[in-house]
Structure formats: C-alpha cells, structure tokens
Nanobody, 114 residues
Framework: QVQLVESGGGFVQAGGSLRLSCAAS????????LGWSRQAPGKQRELVAA??????YYTDYVKVRFTITRDNAKNTVYLQMNSLKAEDTAVYYC?????????WGKGTLVTVSS
C-alpha cells in the first residue's frame, strides 16, 4: 500500500520561509513524478510544482520563490518556499504519479500572516 506523508507546514509571517517534505512509501513504489498542489479556502486545488527525472515545473505565481527537489534514495520530495505571501495560505498536498495511478497525501496546512 502506497502512503504519502507530508510534514513541515505551519504558521509563518509574510516574507518568511517554510520547507515541506513528503515521504513516499510502499512496496515496489517508483513514482514517475512527484509534485505539490495546494487548496486555499473556497478555491480549487491547483498544481504548484512538480518534478520528474529530468525536469521541473512551477506555476507562474511561485516561480523564483519556491523550489522543488527530490531525493530518490529516500523517495522524498521537498518544497522550499521562500518570500511567502498571505496568498500562499493553503493546505498543501503531495502527489505521486505512477504508470497506473496517482496517489495523494492528506495534506499539511501552511498559514502565512500578512
């Protein structure tokens, strides 16, 4: 059974930084891509960043401020978030994409005060 466990969320003032982690576990689990999405109150879930074997993707709003990295040995993906803004407040979800299906974590809350 595949599990994605996020950590690193919390409360931070605008301009501050947080680093999210997502550890993936499961027998023979080798994701093609890992990513982070977020859902703010009253809004749809949106993709923030993703990473596969040779490229990364960022939504325009977080480019330069956020960095996604991946440790294949640990099956862990990270999201370094700098220069946080109040608009970044949301529940952040980790997503893993395999050949057969997508998997989601339960989310970690990030709250940025202005």
């Amino acid at each position: 059974q595949v599990q994605l466990v996020e950590s690193g969320g919390g409360f931070v003032q605008a301009g501050g930084s947080l680093r999210l982690s997502c550890a993936a576990s499961g027998r023979m689990f080798i994701p093609n891509a890992l990513g982070w999405s977020r859902q703010a109150p009253g809004k749809q879930r949106e993709l923030v960043a993703a990473i596969n074997s040779d490229s990364t993707y960022y939504t325009d709003y977080v480019k330069v401020r956020f960095t996604i990295t991946r440790d294949n040995a640990k099956n862990t993906v990270y999201l370094q978030m700098n220069s946080l803004k109040a608009e970044d407040t949301a529940v952040y979800y980790c997503k893993a994409t395999t050949n057969s299906m997508d998997y989601w974590g339960k989310g970690t809350l990030v709250t940025v005060s202005s």
